[in-house]
């Protein structure tokens, strides 16, 4: 391979990889249908509301309360719902995975 032609790829990869942008899904009323395979959109509602809202609930799939520090799973489900808790025990956001 011709020594010119490394330097030339090499910014060229770079400057496409800069094109690509990363966005953390988000979980709103205007989200699309295909990123909210959990129907998190549906518990909107919740948000605001104490944590203990959700014991009388059922759920057709898999549900989890994240509280601040708890360790969590890193296994990505989009079935899987996640309510998501601040320190005083009030839903702050609901989302898949």
Do not use: Y
Request: glycine content about 4%.
């Amino acid at each position: 391979m011709n020594n010119k032609l490394i330097p030339v790829a090499f910014i060229t990869m770079a400057m496409l990889s800069a094109c690509q942008t990363h966005s953390e899904p988000k979980t709103t009323d205007e989200q699309p249908a295909s990123m909210d395979s959990c129907r998190a959109v549906e518990f909107n509602h919740l948000i605001g509301k104490p944590e203990t809202v959700l014991d009388s609930m059922k759920f057709a799939g898999p549900v989890r309360l994240i509280k601040p520090g708890q360790a969590v799973t890193m296994d990505h489900n989009p079935e899987r719902i996640n309510f998501i808790a601040d320190e005083k025990g009030i839903i702050t956001r609901v989302s898949c995975s």
